[in-house]
Every structure is written in structure tokens, then in C-alpha cells.
């Protein structure tokens, strides 16, 4: 059997930025359950703006795969992020199924990292770049 790992990349490109797709694309609205969060978290509130940047510009880079390793991690860092600042509270926590309540944060949090060491594959828009 012959192995396609850039085939594989590119799944896993358009599966961990594409579902990513949804919640950005869901904030485009309605900014102010972040802004609140943040705002007693202690942090300010133009920080919510950086929400589009990690569900909607990093994703849509990743799936056409234009500096991937650069967008990628900018993604890991604000699921690192979001992790910490709403759902902290159940870091450690059990769904009602027996996973772990951040499981899917983590899903896009080490998608996008595995990502960042790998790069896009050749199935990309540039793929001869550093960040690529």
C-alpha cells in the first residue's frame, strides 16, 4: 500500500481549520459573551477581536494551505487560550459519556500543532516556504 501523508494533511487541514470555520463564523455576530469574559478576567476587551483571527483568518489559511506552520500555531495559541479563560473551570472535568469535557479544544489544539511541525503537505497553495 503505498502512504500519502500529504493526502493525510490535507485532511486533517480541512477537518481541524473547516469545523473551526463554524464557531468563528458564529462570533461574527455577537462579540459580547467574549468581550464579558475577558473583561472579568481582567483583560481588555478589544482582545475579543482576536477571536476572528484564530476561527476565522488562521483556519481559512490552513485549509488552502498558505503559511500553514505560521497559522497553524497562531490557532494553537488561542485554543491554549480559550482553554484557560472559559473553560478552565472544567479543566479536569467528565462528560456525562466519560470523555474529558476539553476534549474537543484539545482536538483542535494539537490538530493545529501537529500542523505547525509538519506543514501543509504538497497539496497546498505554497508549500516551499519556512512557514509553509
Given at each position: 500500500m503505498k502512504k500519502n501523508s500529504d493526502l493525510g494533511l490535507l485532511i486533517l487541514r480541512i477537518t481541524v481549520a473547516g469545523l473551526?470555520?463554524?464557531h468563528g463564523v458564529a462570533k461574527l455576530s455577537n462579540l459580547n459573551g467574549i468581550?464579558?469574559?475577558?473583561?472579568?478576567?481582567?483583560?481588555?476587551?478589544l482582545m475579543a477581536y482576536g477571536?476572528?483571527?484564530?476561527e476565522i483568518i488562521a483556519p481559512?489559511?490552513?485549509i488552502i494551505g498558505f503559511r500553514t506552520r505560521l497559522?497553524?500555531?497562531?490557532?494553537?495559541?488561542?485554543m491554549l487560550m480559550a482553554l484557560f479563560l472559559a473553560h478552565s473551570e472544567n479543566m479536569f472535568a467528565l462528560s456525562k459519556t466519560g470523555g474529558l469535557e476539553i476534549e474537543l479544544i484539545l482536538l483542535y489544539a494539537f490538530g493545529a500543532l501537529a500542523l505547525f511541525f509538519t506543514?501543509?503537505?504538497k497539496y497546498a497553495l505554497s508549500h516551499k516556504n519556512t512557514w509553509d
Open positions: 473551526m470555520l463554524f468581550k464579558s469574559m475577558l473583561s472579568s478576567n481582567g483583560l481588555p476587551e477571536s476572528y483571527i484564530t481559512i489559511l490552513i497559522a497553524s500555531i497562531t490557532f494553537f495559541f488561542g506543514g501543509a503537505g
